[in-house]
């Protein structure tokens, strides 16, 4: 249950390298890197290929340039990189054009492109390690955004809405377990939908449509429960919500939305606390090691 | 792994009930209890209730008229009843305007609308044994329904494809465990799509989503898996396949399809057959025990 703890740089203005794949998390991760006299350098990868960085050190790095990117950064004398944001298209191993030094890394990143998400994680921090990087966690640099337990946000929880929470968490703790996806939406009666590869927001807009054609009933109080995985490494890919999430769940119709307290992120905490009020939905983090 | 046995009519047309959902199914189980000497008597229902089923004793079951349903199949001498088709909108019971027959029986059918699919299935059939219906398998009439072991249709396998099928017994198994759903698509490294209670088709129509925009690999080999819920009770909601599933496969890029041996549904051999060749897809029917 307790969060990593956060760390601080060795010295005022050390660089840190920050692997930014899509979505608002490397903003973040950046900004609070400022906030703790981190210098941060910006690699901008996958779903993030396009983010303009300027006012920071950055470089984009395709896939077939695993080995450059790397070099740029241990040339900027980073030590430390953290991983964020998301990576959702797959790449094409056999489209990849390598460049010399890319070339030198072939197998890991062979081994990389493979499996399911987690293990991507996981390979392509082995190959960081091996080439002297420590892998930090986000939550090492920003850990004001590490869900607690108990209410978080929004109205208070009604009746049934405790037993959908637990039936999502075991749904989604067996997708874990399988490594497939993280999050699923259930009722007090019964699972709505899992989560596989694609992602969150499209799980949610699955549900609102389901709901449309009548397939969730109309007064069936359902709830999104983000789960860490049981072998989570928490230095990567935790269950996260910000205000898009709940602007999703509303549209699905949900009444509430239930995390992993401890290992999950709030990518921004007033704009989802003005969300959950706005729309009447409910965040709360509940200890996900209940069976 | 022993399908259950087919079981003939008392005496010959003896009359039969059929609940007859939506889908393809209820026909091909109309013409086996034809062939079979019984007399079926429908009872369209649920997605099948606009059904055109002249030629037959038939009759229409809005979600409020259950008691009369089978007052009028017990007035036509049935005593056994098979429940077959989609039942895909959830009634909403706020929108039942009971008859005096179905008022009687609030508190069963109120049981049965309540719960997931499998406990829908499961209430029902008892709220039908209580009024002393017999509730057969689709298969105790059709036993030709029912999926080998062995490869049942379309080219061999190739060498990783085991693997991905492994994998999707693994991750459907996991579903079915929590009565979620009984089908998923993998591939040799990875779960691509979990199916929740939008069914097989709409999960296959994501994922060829997910391979249009890049995101399921384009030389990475993956197949649909559906397995019996590991407590499933074989007289109903038996996983199955139709031609119109070697479609929509196709559409999604899969090269093949597993099934649980002895415990799933082949609606159509001849036209699944023809499907599978036409469309290069692998059929075969699996041991779903095998951890």
Known sequence: MTPAAGIAPDRPGEPIGIAAGGGI????????ALRGGWTPHVLSIADGIDAEWSGHPARRMAWGQL?????????????????CGTVSVRPDFRSILPTLHTLLMLRQIFAVIRGGDDNLLRAATKTFEARGFQVVAVQAIAPELVAAEGTIAGPPLQKDDE????RGFAAARALGQLDI???????RDRVIALE?????REMLARVADLRARGRVGRHERCVLVKCRKP???????LPSIG???LDEAAGAGLVGIALSAGHSLLLGIDDIARGARAKGIFVVGRRDDRP
């Open 181 to 187: 996806g993280q999050a699923a939406v259930a009722s």
């Open 67 to 83: 080995g450059d990117g790397l070099r740029w950064l241990g040339a900027a004398g980073v030590r430390k990189l953290v991983l």
């Open 163 to 166: 037993a959908a929470i637990s």
């Open 25 to 32: 998390l490397p903003r973040i991760v950046v900004d609070a």
């Open 196 to 200: 596989g590869i694609e992602g969150t």
């Open 243 to 245: 205000a898009s999430t």
């Open 231 to 237: 072998a989570q490494d928490d230095r990567f890919d």
